[in-house]
Structure formats: C-alpha cells, structure tokens
C-alpha cells in the first residue's frame, strides 16, 4: 500500500484554508497512487493556538469538519488522517485524530493518551484506555499522536494487538530531532511494524518544527525521509518486508512478559 506524508508549516486558526490543502494534496497524493494520506498533529486548526481558541473550534468527531473531509476523500478515491481538537459529548477537549476512507467512512478517531507539558496540559485532556485498530486495504493500522510515540509501551501495545502500521501525526520541534532521527526509527525496529511520523516544518508563534517526517520500515530502513521544508512524501508499505523482517526479527515472540509486571 503507498501511503503520502503531507510535512507542511501550520496554519493556525484557518480551517477553511486547511481544508483546501487537504484537497489539493489528497488530488495530488492520489494521482501518484496513494491509498493513505498522513498529515500532521491538530491539523485542521494549528497546534500552539491556546485554550480560548481551541474551545471555540473544537468540534465532534462526526462534526462539519468531518463531513468535509470525508468529501475530500470521496471526491479524489483517498483514505485522509487529519488531526483537529475534539470536543466531546460531556464537554471535555481532546487532541484527537480521525481516518476516513476512501468512500466517506470514519474508520475510527483516537484521543492523544501522553500530554506534553503545559502547552498540552492548558489545552486538552488526556485520552483513555482506547487505542483502536483499523483496517484498510488489508492493512492493520494503530494510531498515536506525537509524544505517545515517545512511550515504547505504547506502540509495543498497538503491535500485539496485530497492528501491521502506527500512523502518529505529530507537532515536533526544536530541539527534539532526536525523536526524528533516531526514536522513531527505533519504535518500528523495536515493535516490527511500520511507523510513519507526520511532521510540522516552520514555525508557529515560539515554537520552530523539526520537520524530518519519515516513513520507517521494521528492519530500521527508512521508506521515506523529508527535510525541514513543505513537501509531500511518498512510502510504500510492503507485506513481504513485514513478514521477512518478523521472521528474522522475532521481539514480539522473544519477549517474556512475566518479568515486566512490576512496570505496572
């Protein structure tokens, strides 16, 4: 399956003009012959926008902005990953992202579990137990959103469960490209999936983005490496190489979980 990293720089408070970005990439990401498009954490809205802004723009999961995009998916034949601040039916604000497939339907939404610092903290509040697994073009897919990826628990988690690829849209900056270059890499190793990481790149108020979106392959290749500037990236993901880097790589089945107990 070829999946598309859109890494581009926010545009905060513009949903309007989010979604025409999305269109235009998921037209483009489609003629190339992506069946996945990936885009960064708190998409539709912009990331660093404070508690005022995302009280008033946060939406539902099944909200217009979810109407609209799942068209946008409709329209060019392309599942889209979006993220966007989720307003609950109790009231409560989350660091969501969605997948909607190809023909308009919401696949499944998770809440972002790991809050990072009080950028986070002031805004939104931590997701559950509810880490989903979904399925597209035969393909097991796991979601994370930025710092959950951070916890190898957490996409050890999603790859017992059976997930083939985690899909983390994410809002790194400087100075943590460590988590780019290395981190990230490492979790696919680790974990024997394929982990694709969508990325910010220039800045939005103080912060500056990282950019250095990937896609990472279970044997540690990276099938797709951006640099810091706009760009839409392409990865095929390959069961062939998942199944050989598994049989050579046997973590999952060497791991001896009786002795992690007092982790927890």
């Keep these: 399956m070829r999946i ?18 999305l269109r235009q990439r998921a037209a483009e990401a489609a003629r190339r012959g992506a069946a996945l498009l990936v885009t ?7 990331y660093n926008i404070g508690l005022e802004a995302v009280s008033r723009l946060a939406q539902p999961a099944d909200g217009d902005w979810a109407e609209q995009v799942a068209g946008i998916a409709r329209e060019h034949g392309i599942a889209l990953l979006y993220g966007y601040p989720e307003r609950s039916a109790e009231g409560h604000i989350y660091n969501s992202v969605q997948l909607i497939d190809a023909q308009g339907q919401r696949l499944g939404n998770y809440r972002k579990t790991h809050l990072f610092g009080e950028l986070d903290r002031s805004m939104f509040s931590a997701g559950g137990d509810d880490y989903p697994l979904l399925e597209l073009n035969g393909w097991k897919l796991g979601m994370l959103i930025c710092y959950d990826v951070e916890f190898p628990e957490n996409v050890r988690r999603l790859a017992l469960a059976g ?8 809002a790194n900056m400087e100075p ?7 981190l990230v890499r490492a979790r696919a190793f680790e974990s024997q999936c394929y982990l694709a ?3 910010y790149c220039g800045a939005e108020g103080e912060i500056r983005y990282c950019g250095l979106s990937s896609v990472s392959a279970p044997d540690g290749s990276q099938a797709a490496i951006c640099g810091r500037e706009e760009t839409l990236a392409f990865a095929d993901l390959k069961r062939d190489k998942l199944e050989a880097s ?3 790589l046997t973590y999952l089945r060497d791991r001896r979980a009786e002795l992690y107990r007092p982790l927890t």
């Design 40 to 46: 960064p954490e708190m998409y539709l809205s912009g």
């Design 163 to 170: 997930a083939d690829a985690i899909l983390v849209p994410t």
């Design 4 to 21: 598309a990293l859109y890494q581009c720089p926010p545009l905060p408070l513009e949903p309007a003009a989010n979604l025409d970005r």
């Design 246 to 248: 598994r049989a050579g």
């Design 197 to 199: 990481y969508a990325n």
């Design 176 to 182: 943590y490209d460590f988590v780019c270059d290395v």
